[in-house]
C-alpha cells in the first residue's frame, strides 16, 4: 500500500508566547497532524501539556490532533484526552502496569479515537507485535522521550525496516510514526526504511516555519514521485 507522507509539528519546539499563531501557520502551509506530547514527570523526567491547553488548540485548529502520552497508567486519562479534542490517542508499550496494553487500546477505538502504540529506543520491536493487528500507528521513537532537541539515534533505521517488514508480511494496516531527531538531512532515509508520519519539532518551529515545512513537503514529493 503506498501510503500518504504526513508532517506532524510537535509544539513541544514551539514558541508558547505564539502558540495560537504558529499552529496556524502549520495549518495554512500544509501540515497534516499536529502532534502533542504529554508528560508526567513520571515515565519521563519532564512535564509537558495536559488537558486545558489541548482543549484550547482543538477549537482553534482543524489538524488532525495526535496526542502522544508518555505517562503512567495512560488508561487513567485516555477518555479525557479524546474529550479534549485529540483524534489520535498513541500510549507506550513500557506504560501499561495494572491496565495491559491491550486493554487501554480497545479502551481508546471505543471511545472513538484512532489508537497507536510506541516503544522507546531500547525496547525491541517484536515486542508490540502482539498488537499490530489492532493499531492505527505505531510510533517508534528515535530520541529518549522527554526532551526535545535530542540527535537522531542511527539504530532507528534497522527497527523501522523491521517494522515495515511485519506491517507488509502480516498485511497490517497501520501507519510507522517516529518522533526525535528528524530533520530536511535525515527525513529521506527515515522515509525509505518505511516511516510515513514525520514528528518534527526544532526543524519546524525553529527560524521560519513556512519554508521548513516547504522543505519537508518538496521530500514527500520527491519520495512519492520516486514510488511511482
Known sequence: MDREIKLAPSILAADFMKLAEQIGECERNGAKYLHYDVMDGLFVPSLSF??????????????????????VEPARYVDQFIDAGADSVTIHLESCKETGC?????????????????????????????????VDMVLLMSVEPGFGGQPFIGSTFEKLKQLESL????????????????????????????????????SVFKGNIADNIRGFLSVFDAKKTDRN
Open 167 to 202: 506491517r507488509r508480511e502480516g498485511n497490517f494496516d497501520f501507519d510507522i510514526e517516529v518522533d526525535g531527531g528528524i530533520t530536511l538531512e535525515n527525513v529521506p532515509e527515515v522515509i525509505d526504511a518505511g516511516a510515513n508520519v514525520i514528528v518534527s519539532g526544532s
Open 102 to 134: 491491550m486493554e487501554t487500546l480497545q479502551k481508546i477505538r471505543e471511545k472513538g479515537a484512532k489508537c497507536g502504540i510506541s516503544i522507546k529506543p531500547a525496547t525491541p520491536v517484536v515486542h508490540i507485535l502482539p498488537y499490530l493487528g489492532m
Open 50 to 71: 495536559g488537558l486545558p491547553v489541548l482543549s484550547g488548540i482543538r477549537k482553534g485548529t482543524g489538524l488532525f490532533i495526535d496526542c502522544h502520552l508518555m505517562i
